[in-house]
């Protein structure tokens, strides 16, 4: 399967990535830049959850559960169930452990777990992570069979590389000043159209739900666009670039290209549209 097409992507020396993918750990996810916009980055999965419409899971895992705020909605939801959190981030998994000690907790690759597994659960729950993960087309079928009879499979990936915050970082990635200061490709998302979607799960579902939700996040100034990325998608780039002083530098010039796509409101603010997908695919 052909993942989006992303602008300057095939200029890196080398985009040769997709098998490390599947293992790739970023050292620099921080659960406290992440949650500093705890309640945009939860709520698809509020959204997500109250449309299940499952009336007593037992057994949910949440896959890529991140610092455990995904986990703690479906908790909300359905407190009787047995949770399981699954995350390839060590630092992730601390602050998960550390909110709520009770539930289980592992430390796995998505991919990997998918293809290992033998377990089945009500719910197989994934918010904001399975874009990080390659080869939907093998991933997909593979979550579905973890899928208990009565059940669902339910995910969500921001599905926005070709608006302007993402798309200037990929690009700017790419010019002719930036590319070859990376120390390697920077690992890039994998979202699909919807249609990639209907056409992986609908022959195995008995009913599939597939929607997108575009938020709108009001922020103080493109400066908190750029805050809001380095909770998740700018990572990667950083981790490839050598230093502390040329990870400033590119942050810099991530801001002056978005600056103009975000003009200010009258009341000084920037509106950042931040498109998502959502998928409930019933067993
Ligand atoms: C954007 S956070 C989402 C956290 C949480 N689910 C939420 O709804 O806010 C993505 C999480 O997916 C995890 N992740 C990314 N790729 C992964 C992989 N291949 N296997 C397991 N976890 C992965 C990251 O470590 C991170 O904690």
New binding site residues.
Partial sequence: MRALFLPGEDNFPSCATREK??????AT?S?GQ?LKF?NE??Q??IDLVARIAIEAPMRII??????????A?LARRWPRAALT?????P???AAARQSHPTWTWRE??????AQENTEVFDVVF?????H??PDHATLLPRLFAAVAPGGALAF?MPHSLRDPHQRLMRELAASAVWRSRFTQPPVTWQVEPAAIYYDLLAPLATRIELWFTDYVFVFEGPEQIVEWHR??ALPPFLEALPDEATRAEFLRDYLAAITPHYPRRPDGKVLQPFRRFFAIAYR
């Fill in positions: 993918e599947n293992n790739f750990t970023m996810w659960s992440y705890a980055r939860t698809p999965s949440d896959l890529g559960c991140g610092p455990g705020n995904s986990t909605v959190g699954l995350d390839n981030s630092a992730m998994l796995h690759s998505i991919a990997e777990w994934s918010n904001a992570a399975l990080w993960v969500q909770g998740a």
